[in-house]
């Protein structure tokens, strides 16, 4: 859960933090909890008081959980319902750092007034996805307003893009960074696929099938963190 401030020492939590531990984990007086703020400290607590407006607990010393490299991050096109909702909150939990939403040529999503509002509904999902999976890190999420916005400036590293007619394998070498880019429902166009391969990104495949525009992203960023991660 991330508090404003991560400090040693009494913290009030109120609104939906408040709810979650008294609602949905049924916390009370005395249980242990562990909180984080969101940009890779943690520390542990105790609850102390629980009232109708808040919960009261007492925090121990934090501690810096550095984040282990390389750095992960997932351009992933608009994805229509509630599908990109539940691949944001996968990528979260599979170790994805950072997620750029763009909209792709087939996407059936389209963002125009509402844009700012769904960015930040998109980014609350990936706060709650880190609480639930105990992660000190909140990845970022952004809007690009296009695919050449989206690859623009990249720092060095290794780029891939999700590719089904690809047979290649994931392969980052000791990269620090990594971007992966997958497609929409109907896949990526030909014109973006050509964008990206000018922009350095390499075709990967992730098996014989064809995985949906949710799925795909997820298993790309666990492939990378199980080949990365000891």
Request: aromatic share 2%.
């Amino acid at each position: 859960m991330p508090p404003a401030a991560l400090v040693a020492g009494e913290l009030a939590v109120r609104g939906d933090e408040h709810h979650y531990l008294g609602r949905v984990r049924r916390a009370r007086v005395g249980d242990a909890v562990e909180i984080v703020d969101g940009e890779g400290r943690r520390a542990a607590a105790v609850i102390e008081r629980i009232t109708l407006a808040e919960t009261t607990l007492r925090v121990g010393e934090p501690e810096v959980i550095a984040a282990k490299p390389p750095f992960v991050r997932a351009l992933v096109p608009l994805i229509k319902g509630d599908r990109m909702d539940a691949c944001l909150e996968k990528l979260v939990e599979v170790g994805v750092d950072a997620i750029v939403v763009w909209p792709a040529a087939r996407s059936v999503v389209k963002l125009d007034a509402k844009r700012d509002a769904r960015i930040a509904k998109y980014q609350a999902a990936a706060q709650a996805a880190a609480r639930q999976c105990g992660r000190a890190q909140v990845p970022s999420v952004s809007y690009a307003a296009d695919l050449a916005t989206a690859i623009a400036n990249l720092p060095a590293g290794a780029r891939l893009v999700l590719d089904p007619a690809s047979d290649a394998s994931p392969v980052i070498g000791g990269a620090l960074d990594v971007t992966i880019a997958s497609g929409p429902e109907g896949g990526l166009a030909s014109g973006e696929l050509e964008q990206l391969a000018q922009a350095g990104f390499v075709a990967i495949g992730l098996g014989p099938r064809i995985l949906r525009a949710e799925t795909a992203p997820m298993i790309a960023v666990a492939l990378i963190r199980a080949t990365t991660e000891s």
